[in-house]
C-alpha cells in the first residue's frame, strides 16, 4: 500500500510539472511538448542548436545536439551526437529519440541544419566536425542525406573542400544552424560563417550531388538564415553581437554582391534566430508572408517572439510572445495543414520545446491560413 501511495504521489508530481511547464506558454498554442530535455538521458549534460524542417510528405523532423560530458560547443566537448525526433501528425505524438550522427568518442558533431529538396524529395542534414584528439580547433564542414522523409540517414560525406578555401583550414568556420533553403530556380541554398573572413553562401545546382561556394563575403555576419524574396532577391538576416539588432543583407545578382543595414525594428541580444517564407503570392497565396523568430530584446536572452512580415521583411509585426522567460536559440516551420511549429531552447538550455499554432492566432485575428489555390 506504501509503495502504491509513493507512486501515485509521483505521479502527480510529474503532472504537475508538466502542467506548470505549459502554463508558463502563450495561451493559445495548439501544441506544447518538451522535445529534449536534461531529464530524458542521465547520462547527457545537454541538449542544444534545435533544428526543424517538415518533411515532403509532412513529417516534422526536429533535429538537435546530445552534448554528452559537458554543455559546451564543439571545441570543448569530446562526445557530441546529432539525434532528432519526428512527428507524423502535425506535431501531436513524436517517436523516441533517434540517433543520426554518432562518432567514437574523442569526435564531435554539432549544430545541425537542413534543406529540403521539393523536387526530389531529399533531406540534406549539415553538421560542423571536429576530431578533438587528433586536429582540435580544425573545423569540417559535412552533410548526411535522408531519401525517406528522415527515417534513415546516409553515412557522412564531408564536403569542406567544396565550400571552404584551403587556407581557412584552421580558421573558425561553420555551418550555421536551423535550415537553408530550395530557391525557385531549384537552386540548394544555405549560410557559412568563417569569423575571419565573412559569411559565404554555399549552395548545389544539381540537387546535392555537387557543393559550391559563392566567393563573396558578407559582413558584417555571424549565425545567418537566408531567405529568397518574391522578386528574386536573395537576403541575408544575420546576429550581430552587442549591436542589439539584426543586420539585413539584400543581393540583387544570386550573391555577386551585396547591399547591408542594420535592421533596429528586430531587436536582438546576439542569438541565433530563425526566418522563413510562409506564403507567396506567386504560390498561389492571397499575400506574400515572411516569419521571424528569436528572444526579442537587446540584452539578454529571454522572450521568445514569433513576427511576421507583409512586405518581405521591409516591416514587422509586433509578433506574439511564446514565452516571456529564458530562451535563446530557435528553427521555424510550416506545418502541412498551414499552422506554424516553433522549436526552441528554454530555461538555460535545460528543455527544448516544441509549440504549434495558427495564423488567425499570431495575428489575433486579423489574418487567417488559406490554401493556395491550384
Not at 530535455?37 to 516534422?60: E, F, H, Q, W
Not at 569540417?140 to 565550400?163: A, C, F, M, R
Request: charged share 25%; with cysteine.
Amino acid at each position: 500500500m506504501k509503495k502504491t501511495i509513493v507512486v501515485l504521489l509521483a505521479l502527480m508530481t510529474l503532472g504537475v510539472s508538466a502542467q506548470e511547464k505549459k502554463s508558463q506558454i502563450a495561451k493559445g498554442v495548439k501544441e506544447y511538448h518538451s522535445l529534449f530535455d536534461t531529464s530524458m538521458n542521465k547520462n547527457v549534460s545537454c541538449y542544444r542548436i534545435p533544428a526543424i524542417v517538415t518533411a515532403p510528405n509532412g513529417d516534422l523532423i526536429a533535429a538537435i545536439d546530445e552534448r554528452v560530458p559537458s554543455c559546451g560547443d564543439l571545441k570543448w566537448s569530446k562526445d557530441i551526437n546529432i539525434v532528432a525526433r519526428r512527428s507524423s501528425n502535425n506535431g501531436k505524438t513524436w517517436s523516441d529519440i533517434e540517433m543520426v550522427v554518432d562518432f567514437p568518442y574523442g569526435q564531435s558533431a554539432s549544430d545541425p541544419s537542413m534543406i529540403v529538396d521539393e523536387v526530389t524529395g531529399e533531406i540534406f542534414m549539415f553538421y560542423n566536425f571536429m576530431d578533438l584528439d587528433k586536429e582540435k580547433d580544425i573545423y569540417y564542414l559535412h552533410v548526411v542525406k535522408s531519401t525517406d522523409n528522415g527515417k534513415s540517414w546516409s553515412k557522412p560525406e564531408d564536403i569542406t573542400s567544396q565550400i571552404a578555401k584551403p587556407e581557412w583550414h584552421g580558421d573558425f568556420k561553420f555551418i550555421t544552424s536551423g535550415r537553408g533553403i530550395q530557391t525557385r530556380s531549384g537552386k540548394l541554398l544555405h549560410c557559412m560563417v568563417n569569423l575571419n573572413n565573412g559569411l559565404h553562401l554555399f549552395g548545389s545546382d544539381d540537387h546535392g550531388k555537387s557543393w559550391f561556394m559563392i566567393d563573396t563575403p558578407v559582413q558584417p555576419a555571424d549565425e545567418s538564415k537566408v531567405v529568397e524574396l518574391t522578386d528574386g532577391t536573395w537576403m541575408i538576416n544575420s546576429r550581430a553581437n552587442g549591436k542589439g539588432m539584426r543586420y539585413i543583407h539584400t543581393s540583387t545578382d544570386e550573391g555577386k554582391s551585396w547591399e547591408t543595414k542594420a535592421d533596429p525594428e528586430l531587436i536582438d541580444p546576439g542569438c541565433n534566430a530563425s526566418i522563413i517564407r510562409y506564403t507567396a503570392i506567386e504560390d498561389g497565396y492571397k499575400k506574400n508572408r515572411l516569419l521571424f523568430s528569436n528572444a526579442k530584446m537587446s540584452n539578454g536572452r529571454k522572450n521568445m517572439t514569433v513576427r511576421i512580415s507583409y512586405d518581405e521583411g521591409k516591416t514587422w509585426s509586433k509578433g506574439k510572445t511564446i514565452y516571456t522567460e529564458s530562451s535563446a536559440y530557435s528553427s521555424l516551420t510550416i506545418l502541412k495543414n498551414g499552422d506554424i511549429g516553433l522549436f526552441f531552447e528554454k530555461d538555460q538550455h535545460s528543455e527544448n520545446a516544441y509549440v504549434s499554432f495558427s495564423l488567425k492566432w499570431l495575428t489575433d485575428g486579423n489574418d487567417k491560413y488559406k490554401k493556395r489555390k491550384n
